[in-house]
């Protein structure tokens, strides 16, 4: 048996550019001088041969110019909008991103404006810091009852106990005595049942007061009325 | 813009008038020269025409955006070709994913039966089919030897390219060639024999 020039291996690799004609030339000779010796190869070849000569009819560039006909349009398409910065209102995700970031906006609001009802609720001075912080008189009628027990040379206790009567309480001073009587009737939302001879600082509840009134929701007033309700009188 | 699209012959006249500032026209000619094979890599991954112009259509985009950068260390056809198969790679990750989903519906499935017509469609589409039959052959290969195949005897590739596109070593692409072109020719010659 003649030695072959090319071992099995060898042709396998070599066969398919041997079909399509890709061999150098002395490459292409000495692969049809070893063929001889295998004989399975040489009817691949014919096979593979007779197959891609009729594939080899078809104009594949023809089939892929058909496919990719629209490609370089719209890849200049493309180009154009990214360059255009315009054109990034028109894109898709923009209107999921800013509907993404709206939701996230009114969400952080609706979260610091409960925070902030709550500080305001916090930091609401009490009825009775505002009345003793008050420079005038709010109830009239209550520092003539003061000045009555001071001309009385009633003590504070002896007040109490006068007062106490009418007010039940334990009250160290006319003051908190005329808090808690202003809490009460905020806790009632009476404040058409104020006594006719009442007289209100208007500037000081218009101001402080129930300016911080206002701005409460109603779930928070209504928390306040309920701690207001506790109050005895 | 014909005039320069003629004259612009080789892959480093274009890469030279994109660095000009020539860019539509230099991207005009890159496009149109490259449509084909990146069209083609995109294909044989995805299957299936639509999802391959989309992704051939990124694959420039990007590209576009860094041929400023392009260090010539390897062909332009590398290039694309690396970005082009890693490009249909993600997009089949992501369809992957998809398909976990049960209540997403893949509307691509019909396509994709329309861009491999069953072969015993009328003969009026004969050519069409075969066409068609030699692509679907070349998607049932193996990967490596899908790609030497395509890169091989559709682009007329040298195998020193191949094996700098694949990583792959010449002697290993040789031996996936040879049984690529069999497996082709034993499917295609029991299609040309019905």
Do not use: C
Request: aromatic share 12%.
């Amino acid at each position: 048996m003649e030695n072959p020039i090319y071992n099995r291996k060898e042709m396998e690799e070599m066969l398919p550019d041997y079909v399509f004609g890709r061999l150098l030339p002395d490459e292409k000779e000495k692969f049809e001088l070893s063929l001889s010796n295998y004989p399975d190869l040489s009817r691949e070849v014919q096979e593979v041969r007779k197959v891609f000569s009729k594939l080899e009819r078809l104009d594949f560039d023809n089939y892929l110019e058909r496919k990719t006909r629209n490609i370089p349009i719209k890849v200049s398409e493309k180009l154009q909008q990214k360059r255009n910065p315009l054109n990034i209102f028109a894109r898709p995700g923009f209107v999921s991103l800013v509907a993404g970031i709206g939701v996230i906006l009114i969400a952080i609001s609706i979260f610091f404006s409960k925070k902030d009802t709550k500080v305001i609720v916090q930091n609401l001075p009490s009825t009775t810091q505002i009345v003793k912080s008050s420079p005038e008189p709010i109830f009239p009628q209550l520092k003539d009852v003061d000045k009555f027990a001071e001309e009385a040379s009633l003590d504070v206790s002896d007040f109490n106990t006068v007062v106490g009567s009418v007010f039940p309480g334990d009250y160290t001073s006319s003051f908190e005595l005329a808090s808690d009587y202003l809490d009460e009737l905020v806790s009632r939302e009476l404040v058409e049942l104020v006594p006719s001879n009442t007289k209100f600082q208007s500037s000081i509840f218009d101001n402080r007061f129930f300016d911080l009134l206002n701005v409460l929701d109603e779930k928070d007033f209504q928390q306040l009325i309920e701690e207001l309700k506790d109050v005895q009188i | 813009m014909y005039q320069l699209a003629i004259k612009l012959q080789s892959e480093n006249e274009i890469i030279e008038e994109f660095a000009k500032g020539n860019v539509e026209q230099a991207a005009n000619e890159f496009v149109r020269r490259y449509k084909n094979f990146v069209y083609f890599v995109a294909l044989r991954y995805v299957k299936n025409h639509d999802d391959a112009e989309d992704i051939a259509q990124d694959v420039f985009i990007e590209a576009l955006e860094k041929l400023k950068y392009f260090r010539k260390e390897s062909s332009l056809k590398t290039w694309l070709y690396r970005i082009a198969v890693n490009k249909s790679k993600n997009f089949l990750r992501k369809q992957r994913f998809v398909s976990l989903i049960p209540f997403v519906r893949r509307d691509d499935e019909d396509e994709r039966q329309m861009d491999f017509p069953d072969p015993t469609q009328s003969n009026r589409l004969e050519r069409k089919e075969l066409e068609e039959k030699l692509i679907e052959a070349i998607n049932s290969l193996p990967e490596k030897q899908r790609e030497v195949f395509s890169l091989r005897y559709f682009e007329n590739l040298s195998f020193n390219e191949i094996s700098t596109m694949l990583g792959t070593s010449v002697g290993g692409l040789k031996a996936n060639y040879f049984h690529a072109v069999r497996k082709i020719a034993s499917v295609m010659k029991h299609y040309l024999e019905e």
